[in-house]
């Protein structure tokens, strides 16, 4: 089994910034590919951001490129997601999830573990 708890999250003005992160624990974490995936009210969960288990290989959706971060700190067992450029429509709870390979996907379907959940919410 792996936990994973995020934080981090919390109400910013558009155009600001947050930095989630999420404390894995359970198994080795190298082994992981890890993912930020979104869920706002009444829509369907959506992949945010993946990064490979090494660190060398992300990926993210059209939507956030250019303004999310997605990093990882295999020694300390932690996954960032570094936010800038805040919008409206990135409110929703951000959740953290794993994947037991070298690589991650973009399918919710495709990860292992997922964490609770942390609420961000940008006012105009």
């Known amino acids: 089994q792996v936990q994973l708890v995020e934080s981090g999250g919390g109400l910013v003005q558009a155009g600001g910034s947050l930095r989630l992160s999420c404390a894995a624990s359970?198994?080795?974490?190298?082994?992981?590919?890890m993912g930020w995936f979104r869920q706002a009210p009444g829509k369907e969960r959506e992949f945010v951001a993946g990064i490979s288990s090494s660190g060398r290989s992300t990926d993210y959706a059209d939507s956030v490129k250019g303004r999310f971060t997605i990093s990882r700190e295999n020694a300390g067992n932690t996954v960032y997601l570094q936010m800038n450029s805040l919008k409206p429509e990135d409110t929703a709870v951000y959740y953290c999830?794993?994947?037991?390979?070298?690589?991650?996907?973009?399918?919710?379907?495709?990860?292992?573990?997922w964490g609770q959940g942390t609420q961000v919410t940008v006012s105009q």
């Open positions: 359970g198994r080795t974490f190298s082994n992981y590919a």
């Open positions: 999830a794993a994947r037991y390979s070298r690589f991650g996907g973009v399918r919710r379907a495709e990860y292992d573990y």
